[in-house]
C-alpha cells in the first residue's frame, strides 16, 4: 500500500528565510505533484515531476525528485507572506490513481 | 465554465439523511475524480470518471457512496444515510484528458463541505 509522508507537517518562517519540505513515499511511483491550497480554496498545480532528478523551478519555490530515494523537496527561497498556504505532494499509486500527503502548513511572518 | 464548479458550497445534514454533491467540471474535460478531504488532512481518492465510465471507484468507503455521471459531463455524488464520520470537504477534479493531468496536473474545485449533524 503506497504511503506518503510530508514533513514537517506545520511550518513557521521569517520572510526573507529559506527552508525546504519534504516528501517521502513507500512504493515505487513515475510522477509527483506539487499542489497548494489556501484556506478555503481549491488545490492549485504547482509541478509535476516525471523522472528521477528532475527538477522545476517557478518564482521562489524549486521541485526536485529522487525517485531512488522515493524522496521529493519542495525548497522555499528568501519566503514572502504570499507562500503561506498549506502545500500537499500527491503520488500517482496506479492508474489514475493519486494517493496524497498530508499537507505542510505554512505561515511566513513579516 | 473557467473552472471546476461544484454545489453547494456547504452542506449540513441530519445524521441518516441522504446527500447529493454535484460537480460541473470544466467544458470538454473527459477526466473527472472525487476526493474526500478530512479536516487537516490531504484528499483521499474516492473514484475516477474518463466520460460516462467510471473505470476506478476503489477510495469509496463504502457502500452508501454512490458516483454517477451519466452523460460524460456533470457528475454527482450521493451519500445515503449519512454518517457523521463523512462529515469532510468533497472535491472534484477534471482534466481535459488523461494524459493532460497525468503531465501538468489536474484542476480542483473548491469544494462541497459537508457537516452531518
Known amino acids: 500500500e503506497l504511503k506518503v509522508e510530508q514533513n514537517p507537517l506545520f511550518l513557521s518562517m521569517q520572510e526573507g528565510k529559506n527552508y525546504t519540505i519534504y516528501c517521502n513515499y513507500s512504493?515505487?511511483?513515475?510522477?509527483l505533484y506539487w499542489y497548494r491550497q489556501d484556506p478555503g480554496k481549491s488545490l492549485e498545480s504547482l509541478f509535476v515531476?516525471?523522472?528521477?532528478?528532475a527538477v522545476k523551478q517557478e518564482g521562489r519555490l524549486m521541485a526536485s525528485l529522487d525517485t531512488k530515494a522515493r524522496l521529493s523537496t519542495l525548497h522555499i527561497t528568501a519566503a514572502v507572506h504570499d507562500l503561506s498556504a498549506t502545500y500537499f505532494c500527491a503520488v500517482n499509486n496506479y492508474g489514475q490513481n493519486f494517493v496524497f500527503g498530508p499537507g505542510t502548513r505554512l505561515s511566513v511572518l513579516p | 465554465g473557467a473552472g471546476v464548479s461544484q454545489s453547494p458550497r456547504y452542506k449540513v445534514a441530519k445524521r441518516g439523511q441522504d446527500v447529493a454533491l454535484r460537480c460541473d467540471p470544466i467544458?470538454?474535460?473527459?477526466?473527472l475524480f472525487w476526493y474526500q478531504q478530512a479536516l487537516g488532512q490531504g484528499p483521499e481518492f474516492l473514484t475516477y470518471?474518463?466520460?460516462?465510465?467510471?473505470?476506478?471507484k476503489s477510495g469509496l468507503p463504502s457502500d452508501r457512496f454512490f458516483a454517477e455521471r451519466p452523460e460524460g459531463s456533470v457528475s454527482t455524488l450521493k451519500i445515503q444515510r449519512t454518517q457523521q464520520e463523512d462529515s469532510a470537504v468533497y472535491l472534484c477534479a477534471s482534466s481535459f484528458h488523461w494524459l493532460q493531468g497525468w503531465d501538468y496536473g489536474y484542476t480542483f474545485g473548491s469544494g462541497t463541505r459537508l457537516t452531518v449533524v
Open positions: 515531476l516525471l523522472s528521477n532528478g
Open positions: 467544458s470538454g474535460h473527459v477526466s
Open positions: 470518471f474518463q466520460n460516462e465510465a467510471q473505470l476506478d
Open positions: 512504493t515505487t511511483s513515475d510522477r
